[in-house]
């Protein structure tokens, strides 16, 4: 049985990814699997993620302050705050913070699954500056349903 759950601003708990911190508000532990919604905030010039798909879950995010810059398939979008995204499976998706000021993000994933835990293993791999390789970064992401494609230049 769930329980009810109310976070105020800055409740949740958090991981640090780069200069990037992403905040967990609901994961699937809380919803029985069914979704978790994330807030990521971004500083000016950050990337959030490069180009990837999801194989098994649906993708969605809501822009609440700042400009974010959205890879969606061939399209690039700056979305202000207001703007909606979803992105179903095996589309291929990335963002990062296009502006000049903090960006702030909410994601959704459905399934949630597991998915926070993605996120903090990417914090461990970036912790106090830290580069992965390439082979890290596809081990993490395969074990949690990403999978990079190549940008389109």
Sequence with gaps: MSLPLILQ??????????????????????????????????????????????????????????????????RRVVAEPKTFILVPENTPHGFSNAGQTQATLLIMFCPADSREQYFEGLADLTKDGRQPSQAELLDLMQRFDQYPVPENT
């Design 9 to 74: 601003p800055g409740e949740g708990r958090s991981v640090q990814i780069r200069t990037s911190t992403c905040t967990f508000k609901a994961t699937g532990k809380e919803t029985h699997g069914h979704f978790g919604l994330f807030e990521f905030v971004m500083e000016p010039g950050a990337n959030g993620a490069s180009p990837h798909i999801h194989k098994e879950l649906t993708e969605l995010f809501y822009v609440v302050e700042g400009e974010v810059e959205l890879v969606l398939g061939e």
